[in-house]
């Protein structure tokens, strides 16, 4: 492994890496925000799928419990760090570009300004490479909300950033391109995980439909009889129910649905009577309704504290303000100022944020957001994960036996589809940062063996043209 930016690999004197022919021997890519090599090691096993042997001759990574893992999964020749730091005549010549690529905003802080090229983001450091260096083609990967970002017009269904992405891909650096949201869910893992794939080669475009589908539910990849939580919480929650009854369950104040959990269900602030629920359950739909927002003459937002007089007109309770009270003393509820919305206007665009105005009269709000315990959401084991994300994945929970307890490093592994051979020798809580940002391997080892398909069909080709050649 090489860590000396001073000694990387120099540019060997190979021919352009946009002919096929220039490299049939092996094939080798560069592998940039690498993470935990979750897009290597699909690239690699899709690949191996076509007989063709591959090379990661450049890694890219800065964060440090990442490169842990990285040295410990792999054997590298050349790892370096920030790749904004390493210039195109040092990078070695590759055939094939990995990137799930950080986006930050394309547009001017929200100014609707347009684009005029991609500088500033770190998909301008995949442009320059694939410029510079010409390889035969790439995959990228983001999240799914890159699809939309920054829509010129309501309705349309991609945005400025993507279009800026494809035209330069297409128009600027000559690849043909195909992209599309693909679930991981579909590739046989039991999490729906969204991600945009963008796909270029010079000579061909890589259909991204039509994969098989494999589902695997969760169960399928549990562990069993590790030790189970005993606290507060879990001790509330198995006396109110039966452990098939949690399954699936979110555990906070901020959404309703049959399937999300109160803190007033468990009674984990103190006692509450059934008027007291019946009250909190009205306020927390009515505090959502935009009616109140031109009452109370506020941008509307998605939860606004309401006073007793308009709480009084869906509640005639004779004790209400008694219960109202009672509930703030606990917890359960806040007595603020509604909320109005501020803009600032800085140099990087317009800030938007969310303060008192104090003009207004104070009204009665639920105390909002995932509640302060180890657990928010309960997984079933029938059926698949939400999407693993990095600030929450640690307070994940699982059934095991008869009880609940945390979701292990390894089912979080292979809720991604990495091999029980692949070890996170890190924290656990950099363990699960690492995982919350990591992409399913099955997606690229899908992608990566249709472009291994097209590769051989290539090599196939130019080797029955250089047998007729020498005949």
Sequence with gaps: MNNNMSSVIPKSTMPPQGDIESNAGKIKFIDLFAGIGGFRLGFERGFARQGLQ???VLTSEIKPHALKALNHNFKHTNLVGDIRKVESQYIPDFDFLLAGFPCQPFSAGGKRLGFVDTRGTLFFEI???LKDKNPQGFILENVEGLVKHDLENKGEKIGRTLKTIVNTLENKLGYKVSWMVLDSMDFGLPQS??????????????????????ITLLKEILESGHDVLDSKLTRLLFKNFKIEELYGKSIKDKRGGDNNIHSWDLEIKGPVSEEQIILLNDLFKQRRKKIWAQKIRIDWMD???LTYGQIKTFNASPDLKKMLDDLVAKGYLKFEHPKKLVKIETENGIKQFREEDETKP???????????????KILDPNGVAP?????????????????????????GLRLLGFPDWFNLPVKENEAFDLLGNSLAVPIVEAIAERVAEQVCVELHKLQKGHEISVT
């Excluded at 969204?194 to 080669?201: A, E, L, M, P």
């Excluded at 009665?364 to 957001?369: D, E, K, L, Q, R």
């Excluded at 009880?403 to 089912?411: A, D, F, P, Q, S």
């Design 193 to 214: 995980r969204k991600r945009i794939f963008i796909v270029g080669h010079k000579k061909f475009k890589i259909p991204l439909n039509g994969f098989k589908k494999k």
């Design 303 to 305: 939860g606004m504290a």
């Design 127 to 129: 442009q320059r490479i």
């Design 387 to 411: 999407t693993l994300v990095a600030t929450d994945v640690s307070r994940i929970a699982v059934p095991d036996g008869e009880g609940l307890r945390k979701l292990t490093v390894r089912e």
């Design 362 to 376: 104070k009204g009665y709000n639920i105390v909002t957001g995932k509640l302060s315990f180890e657990i928010n």
């Design 54 to 56: 591959t090379e990661c």
